[in-house]
């Protein structure tokens, strides 16, 4: 099981930036694929980004495109989101999650906390 604990959010005006934070503890990373997720209350929760730990490859949503980009540090064990060009739909709770990629059905078992994200007009 990974612990997950994030960090970053806060209040921002349209068109600033934000770079959340996720720090990873508890096993071994090299097998896990991470992804940042977002929530709005009445709304299904949106997966917004994903990095493979071990390649760095990177997957986004399309509205995120061009604005967001994932990363990761191996030496701090840590997955960040730089969130640039915010627009008030990016308000949002925010999540880290995990996936074991060695499991026959990878899903996002392993949760943060979140972070909220609020972007002002």
């Known amino acids: 099981q990974v612990l997950l604990a994030e960090s970053g959010g806060g209040l921002v005006q349209a068109g600033g930036s934000l770079k959340l934070s996720c720090r990873a503890s508890?096993?071994?990373?090299?097998?896990?694929?991470l992804a940042w997720f977002r929530q709005v209350p009445g709304q299904e929760r949106e997966s917004v980004a994903s990095i493979r730990w071990s390649t760095g490859s990177t997957d986004y949503t399309d509205s995120v495109k061009g604005r967001f980009i994932i990363s990761r540090d191996n030496t701090e064990n840590t997955v960040y989101l730089q969130m640039n060009s915010l627009k008030p739909e990016d308000t949002a709770v925010y999540y880290c999650?995990?996936?074991?990629?060695?499991?026959?059905?990878?899903?996002?078992?392993?949760w943060g906390q979140g972070t909220q994200v609020t972007v002002s007009s």
């Open positions: 508890g096993r071994a990373l090299d097998m896990l694929r």
């Open positions: 999650a995990a996936k074991d990629l060695r499991r026959t059905l990878p899903l996002y078992d392993c």
